[in-house]
């Protein structure tokens, strides 16, 4: 059965831009996705549905946090590290070309999921440079799930199944990536009603609209 896509993909990179633009280049920018799929941008907190989603970092994140532990992810989604981004760019790129998605895609996924640390772990047991959680990692025959190219292998073979699922819809995609697809489904084929999954969708999507920007393949 096709499911007709919440909202038009192309609509929503077009509006993004245009908001980002309106705002100071330094400011945090804040969102959210409402019940409609319509995501909203601010460079404050107008209400509390609004979640801090853009940030420019002071400085590069630290490798490993208080005692020596891995850093979270919800600390490395708003910061990348750019001695990680280098390394693994070029890695990330290829496996976007071998499960032919857009490198872009999987570049902004990762920005916000780990900020190309492979180390990250979140206090729900997502792990590497995709947080992947085991079950998913299993799912898709990830050998070593702290292995930075089988993490995004497993990753990327998730988000191309995601993608089928949703009849390309990029909107419901991430939203299964972050909720899983159960989640999407169970509400209609909409964006579930979580405060995380609203402010993941649009986080994801300015960063795609920027990568696809810059040319980053």
């Known amino acids: 059965m096709m499911n007709r896509p919440l909202f038009p993909f192309r609509a929503v990179l077009l509006c ?30 107008l209400d509390s549905r609004y979640y801090l989603f853009k940030k420019e970092p002071p400085e590069p994140p630290p490798e490993t946090g208080m005692n020596g532990d891995p850093p979270s992810a919800e600390l490395l989604n708003l910061l990348v590290n750019p001695t990680f981004s280098r390394q693994y760019s070029p890695m990330v790129s290829a496996m976007a070309r071998e499960h032919k998605l857009d ?17 990250a772990r979140s206090p ?15 799912r898709y025959d990830v050998g070593n799930i ?19 699922l949703f009849n390309d819809n990029l909107s419901l995609t991430l939203a299964a990536y972050n909720a899983g697809e159960a989640a999407v489904i169970q509400y209609g084929n909409k964006i579930p009603p979580y405060a995380e999954t609203r402010s993941y969708v649009p986080k994801v999507l300015l960063h795609y609209d920027r990568f696809r920007k810059i040319g980053r393949q």
């Open 16 to 45: 993004l831009p245009l908001v980002a633009l309106s705002l100071p280049c330094d400011a945090d920018i804040y969102g959210y996705v409402d019940e409609h799929g319509v995501a909203h941008l601010s460079d404050t907190q």
């Open 146 to 164: 702290w292995d930075p190219s089988e993490n995004v292998r497993g990753g990327a073979r998730y988000l191309r199944y995601l993608l089928q």
């Open 124 to 138: 729900k047991g997502a792990i590497g440079l995709m947080q992947l959680m085991p079950d998913t990692a299993k």
């Open 103 to 119: 490198a872009a895609l999987l570049h902004a996924v990762i920005t916000v999921e780990s900020g190309y640390n492979p180390k």
